[in-house]
Structures are given as C-alpha cells and as structure tokens.
DNA sequence: CTCGGCATCCTAT
DNA sequence: CTAACGATAGGATGCCGAG
C-alpha cells in the first residue's frame, strides 16, 4: 500500500513568531529586515537560533555566535527568545494540521508530520489539501509554512525543504532523481558534517551519487547503520512511520555554559546541585527514577570527557543524584579551568509503584517528602520560585538558561511556564 | 563469543 | 588567517572485562 505523508514546517519559526506578534502590534515586520532571534552578543554564550531571510544574505548561520554575526552585518536587530510565545503559536499551528488527519506526528515545536494515507475519499487532491492547510495557518495565525508532500517521511521532509517560504513541494518517486540527487550530500535528512565530509573524500559529492554508489563502500565508509540509512535514503527509502505517541523521555539531563570558568570544585559543586535539583524535579514530575548519572565537562580548548555510574537501585531522589554527581566529578576532573558542566540521569525506571522493603530508611523518606513539598511549589510558582538555600546564586543562573531552551524540542515540557 | 558498562562521537531541533 | 559556539535528546560505536 502506497503512503502519503507530510511534513508541515514552520518558516524560520522563532523569528516569525515573534515578527507575526509585533505585525500584530502595529509593529514594523522582522521578516523583511536583517534581523535575528539571539543571545546576547556580549556574553559567549550567545549564538543565533533563528534568522530572517535578509540576515541569510548577509551569510549568517544559525548556530554561529552573536559576536560573529553582527560583524558580518553591523545594523543586525537582535531579539531574544521568548519561549512562552512560541509554545502558544506551536499549539495553534498543530491543531490546524490536527483537523485533517487523526496521525499526527510532532517532530519538534515547530515541524510536524502528518498522515495522510488511504484519504482519498475526504481528500480527493493532496495538493490542494496542502496548500489549504499552508494558507490557513498563514491567514489565521500570521505566518508561513511549507508542506512536503511524499510517500515516506523522510521524502517528505526533504521536500519541504526544498523551496522557502510559504511552499509546497512533493517529492514522489520519479522525481526523486530530478529533485534531489543533484543536492550536495550533505543536504540528506541525518548526513551530518562527519558523515559529509567522509563521503565527498571519496567522491561521493551529491545525494545522486550516494544513491547509486555501491552500498558496501559506503558502509566502510560511515559505519554499517548510518551507511545503510544514508543508502537508503538517498534513494527515496523509508518505512518508519508516522506515529502520533509520543515516547517517553529516555534521560534527563542539564548542561550549563557558564560566563566565568568554573576553577574550584566548590563552584562545580554547586552547579551540579544547582542541576541535579531541576533534572530530578522534572524527572518526579513524570514519575520516573534513573539508575544512572552522569557528569559532562568541557575545558577551554573544547574538549569534552564525561564520567558516568550506575547506581544499585534506581533513584529520583535529589539528594542521592548530587551526591553522585559529586563524587564522580571530584574523581574525574583533573583541576583545569571548566566553561561547562552537566549532569545527566538515565537508564529511567517507570515502575509506577515503590518497591516496598520492610526496613524503611527513615532519612531517604525525610528527603522524599521534602522533594514532594518542592515540586509542589515549583508546580505552582516555576522553577526559581524555590531553591535550596546555598545554591540561590548559581541555581538562579541555571534556571533562567535551562527554561529559556528547555522547550526546543520538547514542546510538552511548558507546564513549569509561567504558571 | 556475547553482553553490560562505559566513554565518546554523531545528528537533530 | 582560523576558529570561534547552546541545550537537550537519542542512537551508534569501540573498547574492555566477565561469564
């Protein structure tokens, strides 16, 4: 049976979520300048999220620093993330694509994919479909998107992709040599810059050579998964499907960029309470205990280590988290300065119930009992309504960061937003 | 040989 | 001139030692 799915992609999102606000206002259209949604350009830690048109003449990236960008084009306006604005245009934007389809894939805030199988009855044109649902969330809600239009997901999202803004564009199979074998490989949906760069050393430079390249040479190449993939992707191949479950979380983690290097155990201490005191409150907030931590630390010439262990039993206790992290940290760092630390807790546990022992750590149930009380504030109030005393300075920091990015990619994390 | 544990790398938004 | 640069998550891979 023959599939039909899209991929719904918002236009630059961040930025035209935040241009359509201001339309609103009355306010002049970031869209049409060279503008950028953006860190601050004075801090190093402030990079480009998101870009308008006018700014990607100018050749800035997302991802590039702040710093980098305003030199390349001195009148840039810079707006910061505003997170809370972007959850309710994400919302908006998925109930309209919700209306045609009872499969609905959320890829991340701002993409989604949508199945459109066996709807030949209620749809007889897919075409006209997606262009209803482009124009609909451009007139309903003020901005743009494209639609890709293909069998398979990843045909799909190549295809939307193509041509911006405001666009639909399908990529069935026999237009797949024409449309996008003449694309560098390094444009394939999950071909990264190692993979990339691999591939064109051996002269593999378009997905259409990678397509018809011989499929053991590419899995020498980049590895027999990624090889296989890669293969056949480029060759319009593609059987996940789109599901609308969304799995749970498989690890929590935190990891905090600092502005002065952490050059004392002390100060790495109390980022790591600081983190173990937010990743184990969302952790709780889901019911789930992780068997394992692990620290990650980055020095000033970039070069990151982690050091991870696995714990007997499973934990959502904060207290036992940070007194993990701690030791593993202080038998791992070799004393040199540090401009990141994080702290990750996985191997999650969803048992649901408490395995009851007859001998009941009174000291383990205190603390339990005050996290409860924690969380329930921090349910009501946000995450920097309360914080442990000792940790109020750097913890502050933390959270500020962590929820202004928090949602990227999981846009069922909000409940902690400005409630 | 296989498997778990660990560290690191790669990719995505 | 280059490299510079976030947070979070998931998966892959290579190595090592145990059974």
Redesign the pocket.
């Known amino acids: 049976m023959d599939r039909l799915v899209f991929h719904i992609d918002v236009n630059s999102?961040f930025l035209s979520w935040e241009a359509a606000k201001r339309v609103a206002n009355g306010e002049p259209d970031l869209r049409l300048i060279p503008s950028v949604i953006g860190?601050d350009p004075q801090?190093?830690?402030?990079?480009v999220?998101a870009k308008s048109i006018p700014a990607k003449k100018y050749g800035i990236t997302?991802?590039?620093?702040m710093?980098?960008a305003v030199?390349k084009c001195p009148g840039l306006v810079s707006v910061a993330p505003d997170f809370s604005l972007y959850i309710k245009n994400s919302r908006a934007f998925k109930a309209i694509c919700k209306e045609y389809t009872p499969t609905m894939e959320s890829?991340?805030?701002?993409?989604v994919f949508i199945d459109m199988s066996g709807m030949k009855n209620i749809y007889p044109d897919p075409i006209k479909t997606a262009y209803e649902i482009k124009d609909r969330i451009r007139d309903e809600l003020g901005f743009t998107v494209n639609v890709g239009i293909a069998r398979n997901k990843v045909c799909a999202?190549m295809a939307s992709?193509f041509e911006k803004p405001d666009k639909v564009h399908t990529l069935f199979p026999e237009e797949i040599p024409e449309k996008m074998w003449p694309l560098p490989v390094g444009d394939?949906?999950?071909?990264?810059?190692?993979?990339?760069?691999?591939l064109v050393a051996a002269n593999i430079k378009t997905i259409g050579e990678l397509a018809n390249a011989d499929l053991s040479l590419v899995k020498m190449l980049?590895?027999?998964?990624?090889?296989q993939?890669l293969h056949d992707y480029a060759n319009g191949i593609d059987d996940d499907p789109v599901t609308e479950i969304r799995?749970?979380?498989?690890?929590?983690?935190?990891?905090?960029?600092?502005e002065d290097d952490l050059d004392s155990l002390d100060k790495i201490n109390k980022m790591l309470m600081a983190?173990a005191d937010?990743?184990a409150a969302?952790m709780r907030r889901e019911d789930a205990k992780c068997r394992?931590v692990?620290v990650?630390f980055?020095n000033l010439?970039?070069?990151?280590?982690?050091?991870?262990?696995?714990l007997s039993e499973s934990t959502d206790v904060t207290e036992v988290i940070y007194d993990v992290a701690r030791k593993?940290i202080a038998e791992?760092w070799n004393g040199e300065p540090l401009?990141?630390i994080?702290l990750?807790?996985?191997?999650?546990d969803r048992e649901g119930f408490e395995q009851m022992s007859f001998i009941v750590d009174d000291r383990k149930e205190k603390m339990k009992k005050l996290d409860n009380a924690l969380d329930s504030l921090r349910v009501r109030f946000g995450d920097d309504s309360v914080k442990r005393a000792g940790t109020m300075d750097v913890a502050k920091r933390v959270n500020r960061?962590?929820?202004?990015?928090?949602n990227?990619?999981?846009d069922d994390?909000e409940n902690n937003d400005n409630c």
Do not use: W
Request: glycine share 8%; proline share 1%.
């Open positions: 999102a860190g801090k190093r830690t402030g990079i999220v997302t991802g590039e620093p710093s980098m030199r890829f991340s805030i701002d993409e999202k992709d394939l949906f999950t071909c990264g810059k190692s993979s990339a760069n691999k980049i590895g027999d998964k990624q090889g993939h799995e749970e979380a498989k690890g929590y983690s935190a990891e905090t960029t600092v983190q937010v990743v969302r394992c692990s990650t980055r010439d970039f070069v990151t280590r982690s050091h991870q262990k696995k593993l791992s401009r990141l994080g990750a807790l996985t191997d999650i960061k962590h929820r202004a990015e928090n990227v990619t999981d994390n």
